[in-house]
């Protein structure tokens, strides 16, 4: 959990991260967001709005969480969570809920890798995959206002080596989140309690088997990348959260097998993307969900 304050300018001038005590279930969840709320408002009079940055499913307009996928704990699942008007009545402050990798991506056009593009697209590589694009100038909405969940893109139908959180089997967060990552690979190795980042620094080692575990992650993510393209048609992908410092590792044969699928679609408007890391690296959900706070009327 982040909290930090931003200025105007998308600059952040202070911040505290702390583990989220997801497992202790909600109410010790969003008593730690109050906490740490309440300490920087204290020590910052000025700060006048609150954004929310947070996985969904969510519901921006009204301040809810629906649900949230991976926020299950034996405390149980949450349910319908009015989130911005609890923090709002805590903080006595407005509070504006966003969808984490709405939120990010907000904030690398604003002031990160994509803010000379009108047409770009986040994903966030962690406990899941989020998804937000940003097309001709402004952030993609589904339906009854509600945040596009494109990690739910279903790649691989009754795959039961991929079950997802949201109790599908073969989205692509089941194939190309961090946790799942680690989670369909590191019995390969005797090893069950093995995290992404131990398969990441073991494929720096140049172990076979890390190294076959990113080439199969890259083939499936260029298979996500091809879907997404052809729906949002995005000039660059930006790769965000923890798992995308692995990205040098997975990057290169992602862009081979890209350019492969997309072949038939670089004719006229070249539908390749270019694939990049955030510049903005963990920050930029924090940074976006200031924006969205100080652009909320």
Not at 60 to 81: A, E, Y
Not at 132 to 146: D, E, F, S, T
Not at 168 to 175: D, I, P, V, W
Request: hydrophobic letters at 45%; proline letters at 5%.
């Amino acid at each position: 959990m982040a909290v930090g304050v931003v200025n105007s300018r998308g600059r952040v001038l202070e911040e505290i991260r702390i583990p989220t005590h997801v497992e202790n279930g909600k109410s010790v969840v969003i008593n730690q967001m109050v906490m740490l709320g309440r300490s920087l408002i204290k020590k910052n009079p000025q700060i006048h709005k609150v954004g929310i940055a947070s996985a969904g499913p969510l519901d921006p307009v009204r301040g809810i969480l629906l649900d949230p996928t991976n926020f299950s704990s034996p405390k149980g699942d949450w349910g319908q969570v009015p989130l911005a008007k609890i923090l709002s009545q805590k903080l006595k402050l407005p509070v504006t809920l966003e969808n984490d990798a709405a939120a990010a991506i907000l904030g690398e056009h604003w002031c990160g890798a994509a803010k000379n593009y009108d047409n770009a697209m986040i994903l966030t590589l962690g406990t899941g995959l989020g998804t937000a694009v940003i097309a001709n100038g402004h952030l993609v909405r589904a339906g009854r206002h509600l945040h596009t969940e494109a990690g739910h893109l279903i790649i691989r139908a009754h795959d039961s080596s991929a079950p997802c959180g949201c109790g599908n089997l073969g989205c692509a967060e089941a194939y190309l989140s961090g946790r799942n990552f680690a989670r369909r690979n590191c019995t390969q190795f005797g090893n069950p309690s093995l995290s992404a980042q131990d398969i990441a620094d073991l494929a720096r080692k140049k172990d076979p088997r890390a190294l076959a575990a990113f080439e199969e992650y890259a083939e499936m993510m260029a298979i996500a990348i091809h879907n997404y393209v052809v729906i949002y048609a995005p000039e660059i992908i930006l790769f965000t959260g923890s798992f995308a410092h692995a990205a040098k590792l997975f990057i290169p044969s992602t862009k081979r097998h890209l350019a492969h699928l997309l072949k038939r679609r670089r004719v006229g408007i070249d539908l390749l993307p270019q694939l990049k890391i955030s510049t903005l690296d963990n920050q930029a959900g924090l940074i976006g969900a200031a924006w969205v706070a100080l652009h909320n009327s």
